[in-house]
């Protein structure tokens, strides 16, 4: 870990923006869309003394405001300009830039985290996170055996999609209940799929049992549909997609049913940004969720690392998880249904199946190079 003072003069050499693609195990169903493969943005910036650092963001239209192109406009941007610049000044021009896209600014962010060696992202202990993991089986016995499988794998926490159609929804949350028991607990997620009639009407029917919460019924901007499923709702409301800054949250904490608020880091910026926002949940008399599950392991290790030090229930960044191929050489270890971080462990690209996987690529230095 660099000292403060040796942080001011790490000097940023050379930046590389690149979009891959991993395609998933199996597709990722969603109110929103079917998604089949993680195409994210990956930022490495590298030191004039060999000091190194990634992060990532990937863009679902719909899911944000932000567009694909629009994001890699900014990543270009940004690698042009940090280029030459010490760290906090770099750290200084993407924070600017974080209204004009949070996920490529929180990708370049998360980067300059990792090269100056934020405390939070250096293990000096080891530490264990206990992930959620989805269940989308929809056929009777296959989502029985699927529920079987994921307990057995040690989750005790399972996330339900919904935001189909809520009748169809509420008769699949129930027959999940029956099949868990008393041996995890449940989190439905609508993904912004239900209007307010039909929010209302199937978050008032559900049967608290077992259930955590229900997540972001209406679409993002609709603040007033939301409150209005959050008030009628039978279980606490969590609100996602709505959320970009610490004004969203001040306004979630002011709404009648709502318990919880999830953050990401690619939605928050920088480790101190994020961290700055799950204070402002709890300020706020809710309580924060943590993790980005359509992250592949760049950002789902930087999520645990903060979840480990500031969040007491299941995290989400469980997107490394869904994808046939990891791109770390050192896989971030993963058992018994939780991230488990050793001590000193610090990640490595595997370079080679990152080169392979890339679509687009832009490089910046003494020589800018596109491909």
Excluded at 75 to 103: N, T
Excluded at 196 to 221: K, M, N, T, Y
Excluded at 295 to 316: F, K, M, R
Aim: charged share 25%.
């Amino acid at each position: 870990m660099l000292c403060a003072e040796r942080m001011q003069r790490v000097q940023i050499e050379q930046v590389s923006a690149r979009q891959v693609d991993l395609p998933l195990r199996v597709p990722y169903e969603v109110s929103l869309a079917k998604i089949e493969r993680f195409d994210p943005f990956v930022i490495e910036v590298r030191g004039t003394d060999g000091e190194h650092g990634f992060g990532e963001a990937l863009i679902i239209p719909g899911y944000t405001t932000e567009t694909v192109e629009g994001s890699w406009r900014l990543c270009e941007i940004l690698g042009s300009r940090v280029v030459g610049m010490d760290a906090e000044a770099a750290k200084a021009v993407a924070r600017s830039h974080v209204h004009d896209g949070v996920g490529a600014a929180s990708a370049m962010l998360a980067a300059l985290d990792m090269l100056t060696g934020h405390p939070l992202l250096a293990t000096r202990a080891a530490v264990a996170v206990p992930l959620l993991a989805p269940v989308q089986s929809s056929e009777p016995a296959a989502l029985a055996e699927e529920i079987e499988r994921t307990l057995a794998q040690g989750f005790r926490t399972l996330k339900v999609k919904v935001g189909f159609d809520w009748q169809r929804d509420l008769d699949h949350v129930g027959r999940i209940q029956g099949l868990v028991g008393d041996r995890a607990t449940l989190r439905l997620d609508a993904n912004q799929g239900f209007d307010s009639v039909d929010g209302i009407a199937f978050a008032s029917r559900l049967a608290p049992q077992g259930i955590e919460l229900f997540e972001q019924p209406c679409p993002l901007d609709d603040w007033r549909a939301n409150a209005a499923v959050a008030v009628r709702s039978a279980v606490p409301v969590m609100l996602d997609e709505s959320i970009y800054d610490l004004g969203d949250i001040d306004r979630a904490g002011a709404m009648d049913g709502v318990g919880f608020v999830k953050l990401k880091l690619k939605k928050m910026g920088s480790v101190d940004m994020l961290i700055e926002g799950l204070e402002r949940i709890r300020a706020n008399g809710l309580t924060p969720v943590l993790g980005d599950g359509v992250s592949l392991e760049i950002g789902c290790w930087a999520e645990a690392c903060v979840a480990a030090h500031a969040i007491d229930n299941a995290g989400e960044m469980n997107g490394f998880l869904k994808t046939r191929e990891r791109v770390f050489e050192n896989p971030l270890p993963f058992s018994n249904g939780a991230i488990r971080i050793p001590a000193g462990y610090r990640p490595r690209l595997d370079t080679d199946l990152v080169e392979r996987c890339t679509l687009r690529k832009a490089t910046f230095g003494k020589q800018t190079l596109r491909a």
